[in-house]
């Protein structure tokens, strides 16, 4: 009799086991488990859907949130952005590097590696490792990156409603909010061709900073001090936090408010529980589409103007 999966068993700590959680914050799986694990990857194909773990499964669900999937889906849109903030001879005034690219490549700059191509060869590269450690299978479809797109757009839009929400609801005991912020740490950019390319910046680079690395590292030092579940919710909400502080740092940063601060962290929860479940692609799609959205498409109170009266 096949050893039953680990997927319908909780672990040592009472929380029962997603992949998705092994992903991103490691797995508490034992030798055995890993044994029995392989063994099973060796049946035939009659017990393929009952056997194999969700990386090994072709639904759409499971290969969109992989590595090879989120490397692809991402591709041209680092591409638009690194050849964009390079060939738009932007004025000093008028910089086009989203703020957490302008941090990550200072820092890199500190340490010897001033090469522009660097950050993001190094994005890459970690995609393929990533796909090559965790042994998932090489698989992708056009069919998958527009499932990608599709997804990306929708949750960006449901974090404009969210925002859209919290401001009615902001309203109903304070002054009114002109409009909702963008998630982008803000750049002193002001044609919509330079906005844009920064918004594909901060779906990148943000993600790859706060969700990305700051995430797990989070997570692995409050793995320290607590349990599994503890440390993933503090890991997810203190990421978010800061997420949300670094939007009011440097000169260029926004003037700090309460609805502004407090909308930002939902919205690294958001994106924080996105990256946890969807994968890294989902999660930079959604963020860029956010931004894209509120910063150049959609009309300030956007829920106010559907919802006001006709003439």
Do not use: K
């Amino acid at each position: 009799m096949a050893p039953s999966s680990r997927a319908n068993r909780p672990n040592e700590n009472g929380w029962f086991w997603s992949e998705a959680d092994s992903m991103w914050f490691g797995s508490d799986e034992r030798v055995d488990d890993r044994y029995d694990r392989d063994r099973r990857y060796q049946g035939d194909d009659r017990d393929y859907e009952r056997n194999f773990e969700d990386r090994y499964r072709d639904e759409y669900w499971y290969v969109s949130r992989q590595p090879l999937a989120s490397l692809l889906f991402v591709l041209p849109l680092l591409a638009a952005y690194e050849l964009g903030a390079h060939y738009i001879r932007s004025a000093p005034e008028e910089p086009v590097r989203n703020g957490a690219d302008y941090w990550i490549r200072s820092t890199l700059q500190q340490v010897g590696f001033e090469q522009p191509w660097f950050l993001p060869v190094v994005l890459l590269v970690g995609l393929l490792f990533w796909q090559l450690a965790g042994g998932y299978r090489w698989r992708a479809s056009l069919g998958t990156l527009f499932g990608m797109l599709s997804e990306s757009v929708v949750y960006g839009m449901c974090l404009v409603f969210l925002g859209e929400a919290q401001s009615i609801l902001v309203d109903q005991y304070h002054a009114s909010y002109e409009t909702i912020p963008t998630a982008a740490i803000p750049v002193p950019t002001t044609t919509e061709m330079t906005r844009a390319i920064s918004f594909l910046g901060a779906g990148i680079y943000e993600e790859l900073l706060f969700r990305a690395a700051l995430l797990p590292a989070m997570f692995g030092f409050l793995r320290l001090f607590f349990d599994r579940g503890p440390a993933i919710f503090l890991a997810v909400v203190g990421s978010s936090l800061l997420f949300s502080a670094a939007h009011y740092v440097g000169p260029a940063g926004d003037t700090y408010d309460t609805f502004g601060f407090a909308f930002r962290a939902m919205a690294g929860i958001f994106f924080a529980t996105l990256m946890v479940n969807r994968g890294l692609g989902i999660t930079v799609g959604a963020h860029a589409a956010y931004d894209i959205l509120v910063g150049l498409m959609l009309p300030a109170n956007l829920m106010q103007t559907w919802l006001a009266p006709g003439p």
